[in-house]
């Protein structure tokens, strides 16, 4: 069967006799592996559309859970992440992420859109690389439904103030349940930072993307947040020891 859509390349690996396998995030499929054989020489345009962040429109070839790709054309190749080692580095990250956290064959235009527009503002942004990172990661988890529980303490339910995190739990905790904790074995707790954690996730969970463009995150602030994220994916998720992750420097 012959088919199109739009998509956006997560990796690309080589095989044999100049052959390539293709990890394409498409619109209409979800997450799909392509064999193809679209050289880089050969057809410049096409293999343009073939690397890491562009975003394209792919003619398929389908036969049963196969697929390989004819043809293919750039919408958008988001070629400035590529000419910018910080930004490559954040971008490889998140696109690690999202091959993790996207599931095969079922798709997800809610998480297409958002990588769309992390592509989109990556390319244009000059500091502060991680603040969209991290905006991007609480955003994917609220569209995955593992967002951490903000509004009320994640063990009695209460308002009021929440001065920790329980991991484990998925949420903040009030006083009263941190001071229960204690007496158990405890749940790596983040308590009272010297900044508002919480309030920053929340902005994050309660905005678009795209109002991220002009934030720019103290880096103790970014640092705060990337770790208690990193444990939360690390548990819900079971999403550790990304590759790139290491590598991400904030410009
Ligand atoms: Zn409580």
């Known amino acids: 069967m012959v088919t199109d859509t739009e998509g956006i390349i997560l990796r690309q690996t080589k095989t044999v006799n100049g ?19 679209i050289g880089e020489k050969s057809r410049s345009k096409a ?18 859970d196969l697929y390989s790709i004819n043809g293919a054309e750039v919408i958008r190749s988001h070629y400035r992440i590529g000419e910018d080692l910080d930004k490559y580095l ?9 091959e993790r956290v996207a599931a095969e064959n079922l798709r997800n235009p809610q998480l297409f859109q958002l990588l769309l527009d992390f592509l989109d503002m990556m390319e244009i942004r000059n500091k502060k690389l991680r603040t969209l990172v991290l ?11 593992s967002a ?10 209460c308002n009021g103030i929440h001065p920790g995190f329980s991991i484990r ?19 790596p707790l983040i308590c009272e930072p ?33 770790k208690l994220l990193r444990q939360y994916i690390g548990y819900h998720l079971d999403i550790r020891d990304l590759k ?4 991400m420097i904030d410009g």
């Open 90 to 98: 954040a971008a490889s990250y998140v696109m690690e992420f999202t």
């Open 135 to 145: 905006g991007y990661q609480v955003k994917a988890l609220q569209i995955l439904g």
């Open 19 to 37: 052959r390539k396998m293709i990890l394409l995030f498409s619109a209409k499929y979800g997450k799909i592996s392509a064999g193809t054989s």
């Open 244 to 247: 790139s992750e290491g590598l």
């Open 148 to 157: 951490p529980q903000l509004e009320t303490c994640v063990l009695c339910g």
């Open 169 to 187: 739990d998925g949420g903040v905790l009030c006083r009263d349940c941190i001071k229960k904790l204690g007496l158990e074995p405890r749940d």
């Open 194 to 226: 010297d900044f508002d954690i919480v309030g920053i996730l929340k902005y994050f969970l309660e905005h678009p993307l795209k109002s991220l463009e002009t934030l720019a995150l103290a880096d103790p602030v970014e640092a705060g947040i990337q």
């Open 47 to 64: 293999a343009l559309a073939l690397r890491p962040f562009s975003y394209g429109r792919y003619e398929l070839f389908r036969s049963k």
